[in-house]
């Protein structure tokens, strides 16, 4: 079993920045494949980015692509989501979600508020 514990969220103005990172405990971090989810209030939670167990693949949403960039770091056993040019509309709880075969877990969010 793997413990997820995201952390630095917060309140930033349009255009700022912020970097989320997720911190891994249990079983090996580096054989799973990461994701960032994140959900606004009244909708379903979506993807944002994942970066697979080797880290030399990753994948965005298409609104993202371009300003948030998904990396690891198997030997500090975290994850992080650096987040540029933001806009109110990436306003939600970030989730950070670890998957390997047909085990997948979650971490418990951190609140993104980008102010306009």
């Known amino acids: 079993q793997v413990q997820l514990v995201e952390s630095g969220g917060g309140l930033v103005q349009a255009g700022g920045s912020l970097r989320l990172s997720c911190a891994a405990s249990?079983?090996?971090?580096?054989?799973?494949?990461m994701g960032w989810f994140r959900q606004a209030p009244g909708t379903e939670r979506e993807f944002v980015a994942a970066?697979?167990?080797?880290?030399?693949?990753?994948y965005y949403i298409d609104s993202v692509n371009g300003r948030f960039t998904i990396s690891r770091d198997n030997a500090k056993d975290a994850v992080y989501l650096q987040m540029n040019s933001l806009e109110p509309e990436d306003t939600a709880v970030y989730y950070c979600?670890?998957?390997?075969?047909?085990?997948?877990?979650w971490g418990q969010g951190t609140q993104v508020t980008v102010s306009s």
């Open positions: 249990g079983r090996i971090f580096r054989d799973y494949h």
């Open positions: 970066i697979s167990w080797t880290g030399d693949t990753t």
């Open positions: 979600r670890g998957a390997i075969s047909i085990y997948v877990y």
